[in-house]
Every structure is written in structure tokens, then in C-alpha cells.
């Protein structure tokens, strides 16, 4: 069965350092997004990527935040200065395109980041 | 805007207890449902859906039914196990510029032997 697959699992890095999260959505799909967990909190929206354009993004994902499909397969989040408060579990998600109303989107594993 | 309510946990119960987590949302139109299962340490696994009103989605034993007067969808499961001990979420997915998910805050299980 397809998944989204994300690397690295765990990322730790120092405050105002950049960091790049990685992830490969399934094939055939055609919607794109992050999501974060901060620690016993709920799943927040970051942002939403289709053909090659952000199509929607929260509060939270400011100037210090960008997304990139790079190539044909891979769909990056970056953070350009980390800060403690950006320590959290980053989910990329992917979702097929068409007329389906289902919305449903599948979910990679998280990649955990930890600023110090 | 759009919502997600679920009820506060923990919830604790011994192996072959009912189990029901509460849901409601707010939403305008029709959006579709979802309860999703984070087990410990992993990511996000789509546990149900339901896409419109009166439809019943169910899973591994667990079943919800989107309540479209009531703006709910509560989960449900006739005997837990102890394998089913994870963090529910309850969520809503509508086009809102680009199809994002809304999650409510989640509910920890734990299922005692």
C-alpha cells in the first residue's frame, strides 16, 4: 500500500539555525501539507500546496517558513531561524486530486524537531 | 470558523468496556468526518470517515455516524482492548482555499487488562 514516508525522523538543531524537513507524498497525489504537533497539544495547520502554489497557509507559517516541490517526488518544508518554540512533531500529508469528496488526507510519520 | 470539539481525557476503562468519545463540530455546508488513532511514538492513522449526513463509518470494531442535526460524531466500540490504549482525534476536512484538515485536541485512551 502507498505512503508518505518523511525524513529525517528526528531533527535536532540549535536555535537560529535552518532546518530542512523532508517528505515524499504518495505518487499519484496532487495535494500537499504540513501540519505540527506541539507536545501533548492538537494537530495545527501549517500550510497547503498545489500546482506549485501555496493554496492556503495559517498564522502560525510566517516569513520564516517556506515549502518547495523541488522535483517530481519530494516536497520540503524549510525554517530558515529556528526558535525553541518551533520544537514540535512536523506531519506532511498528501491527498489525490479529482472530484472525490472524501478530502482525505494520508499522513506521513512525523518528523520530530527539537531546538535547543 | 470551522471546529472540532471531542471531550476531554483522559478516558480510562478495563478490557471489554464500551467506549464512546464525544465529537461535535462547526462547520458551514458539508464537510466530510474523521476520527483519526495516534498510537505512542508513532504518526497519524486514519481510523473512519464518514463524507455525509446518516453515513456510518467504521473500522477495526470502531464505528461513528456523521450527525448532521446534532453536528456530531461521536466514536464508539462495543469492547476495547488493551491495544486500542492511543490518542483520538476527531477532525473535519471542507474546501477552504486548499482542503485542509481541522483537528479537535484529541482524546488519550487508556485500556486496562
Known amino acids: 500500500e502507498p505512503e508518505v514516508t518523511q525524513t529525517p525522523s528526528h531533527q535536532v538543531t540549535q536555535m537560529g539555525q535552518e532546518v530542512i524537513l523532508r517528505c515524499v507524498p504518495i505518487s499519484n497525489h496532487l495535494y500537499f501539507y504540513w501540519y505540527r504537533q506541539i507536545l501533548g497539544q492538537k494537530v495545527e495547520f501549517l500550510v497547503s500546496?498545489?500546482?506549485?502554489?501555496?493554496?492556503?497557509k495559517s498564522e502560525i507559517f510566517d516569513d520564516q517558513f517556506s515549502v518547495e516541490r523541488p522535483d517530481g517526488s519530494n516536497f520540503t518544508l524549510k525554517i530558515r531561524s529556528t526558535k525553541l518554540e518551533d520544537s514540535a512533531m512536523y506531519f506532511c500529508?498528501?491527498?489525490?486530486?479529482?472530484?472525490?469528496?472524501?478530502?482525505?488526507?494520508?499522513f506521513g510519520p512525523g518528523t520530530r524537531l527539537t531546538v535547543t | 470558523g470551522n471546529s472540532v470539539t471531542q471531550m476531554e481525557g483522559p478516558v480510562t476503562l478495563s478490557e471489554e468496556a464500551f467506549l464512546t468519545i464525544n465529537c461535535t463540530y462547526t462547520?458551514?455546508?458539508?464537510?466530510?468526518l474523521f476520527w483519526y488513532v495516534q498510537y505512542p511514538g508513532e504518526g497519524l492513522q486514519l481510523l473512519l470517515k464518514a463524507t455525509k449526513a446518516d453515513d456510518k463509518g467504521s473500522n477495526k470494531g470502531f464505528e461513528a455516524t456523521y450527525r448532521k442535526e446534532t453536528t456530531s460524531f461521536h466514536l464508539e466500540k462495543g469492547s476495547v482492548q488493551v491495544s486500542d490504549s492511543a490518542v483520538y482525534f476527531c477532525a473535519l476536512a471542507k474546501y477552504t482555499g486548499g482542503f485542509k484538515t481541522i483537528f479537535g485536541a484529541g482524546t488519550r485512551l487508556f485500556v486496562k487488562a
Open positions: 500546496f498545489y500546482n506549485n502554489e501555496i493554496s492556503e
Open positions: 462547520a458551514t455546508g458539508y464537510p466530510s
Open positions: 500529508a498528501s491527498r489525490g486530486g479529482g472530484l472525490a469528496r472524501t478530502y482525505e488526507q494520508y
